[in-house]
């Protein structure tokens, strides 16, 4: 991976819902995911996403502070970073804000969570051993796209670059809607970013897009299980296909078909 002291990748996805149990049916039958518990949490249960033998991410109980100041079931992604402290305290010289400041997990390794200077969360995150996740296309079961939907794309990429090294590459035109600006570092992709229409509710935020081998049959799982499908399933440039949801909780994803090899 390129980018040299800064890492830049997602590394890690977490779900904080109002209904852990409710959501791990939900998603291991919409993602074909497996889950396996965690003991390195402390007192809070966590569950860990499983993609065969490796974790992917997370699922865990809303914390009763995030609730109380409004926060609604969602994902959250941890980006990169080597020096968890240096990123953070330079995050906020940007003008980002702070959710969880800088927090050690015992063999796990340091992470915070914060807001961007538009009001988007995530968490950057520097960990204990070895990276999670690898360079390279994603495969089906893991996130493939990392969309931001924010009120100042140019402000944001520029936000993003400074912590993680990300760098534009291609970009679309989406007429009345402006431009759909597309970033990664060397020669990888890892999603979009593009200004908020009126009619998109709430605040920004990241939408984060799971791989999975047929988008039409995950979206009809999505609302047999009483989840809800709220743009497609439609074709995209590129020959792939995308859905965007909610689950039961309130929780917004997005699932992705890949036509670069039929898988």
Same mark, same amino acid.
């Given at each position: 991976?390129?980018?040299?002291?800064?890492?830049?990748? #997602?590394?890690?996805?977490? %779900?904080?819902?109002?209904?852990?149990?409710?959501?791990?049916? #939900?998603?291991?039958?919409?993602?074909?995911?497996?889950?396996?518990?965690?003991?390195?949490?402390?007192?809070?249960?966590?569950?860990?996403?499983?993609?065969g033998e490796a974790p992917v991410g997370g699922l865990m109980q809303l914390p009763p502070e995030a609730a109380a100041?409004?926060?609604?079931?969602?994902?959250?992604?941890?980006?990169?970073?080597?020096?968890?402290?240096?990123?953070?305290?330079?995050? %906020?010289?940007?003008?980002?804000s702070t959710y969880v400041p800088p927090t050690t997990i015992p063999d796990v390794g340091r992470f915070a969570v914060?807001?961007?200077?538009?009001?988007?969360?995530?968490?950057?995150?520097?960990?204990?051993?070895?990276?999670?996740?690898?360079?390279?296309?994603?495969?089906?079961?893991?996130?493939?796209?990392?969309?931001?939907?924010?009120?100042?794309?140019?402000?944001?990429?520029? #936000?993003?670059?400074?912590?993680?090294?990300?760098?534009?590459?291609?970009?679309?035109?989406?007429?009345?809607?402006?431009?759909?600006?597309?970033?990664?570092?060397?020669?990888?992709?890892?999603?979009?970013?593009?200004?908020?229409?009126?009619?998109?509710?709430?605040?920004?935020?990241?939408? %984060?897009?799971?791989?999975?081998?047929?988008?039409?049959?995950?979206?009809?799982?999505?609302?047999?299980?009483?989840?809800?499908? %709220?743009?497609?399933?439609?074709?995209?440039?590129?020959?792939?296909?995308?859905?965007?949801?909610?689950?039961?909780?309130?929780?917004? #994803?997005?699932?992705?078909?890949?036509?670069?090899?039929?898988?």
């Open positions: 991976m390129s980018g040299g002291s800064k890492d830049g990748r #997602f590394m890690w996805y977490e %779900l904080m819902t109002t209904d852990p149990g409710g959501a791990e049916e #939900f998603y291991t039958a919409v993602t074909g995911w497996g889950t396996a518990p965690f003991d390195g949490a402390g007192d809070m249960p966590y569950t860990m996403w499983m993609q100041h409004g926060a609604p079931p969602h994902w959250l992604a941890y980006i990169g970073t080597p020096d968890l402290d240096a990123t953070y305290a330079r995050a %906020l010289e940007l003008g980002a914060l807001a961007d200077p538009q009001g988007a969360t995530f968490a950057a995150y520097t960990p204990a051993a070895d990276s999670p996740g690898h360079p390279g296309p994603a495969k089906v079961g893991e996130f493939s796209w990392h969309e931001l939907i924010t009120t100042d794309h140019p402000a944001a990429l520029g #936000f993003y670059a400074d912590l993680f090294g990300w760098e534009k590459t291609d970009e679309m035109d989406m007429g009345d809607m402006g431009v759909y600006q597309m970033y990664g570092q060397g020669d990888e992709t890892y999603g979009g970013m593009y200004n908020k229409p009126e009619e998109i509710p709430g605040p920004p935020h990241w939408l %984060l897009y799971v791989r999975v081998p047929d988008v039409t049959a995950a979206a009809e799982t999505v609302t047999r299980l009483g989840g809800q499908v %709220l743009n497609g399933p439609m074709d995209v440039p590129g020959g792939d296909r995308v859905v965007q949801c909610m689950d039961p909780q309130g929780g917004v #994803f997005a699932l992705h078909w890949s036509g670069a090899d039929g898988s």
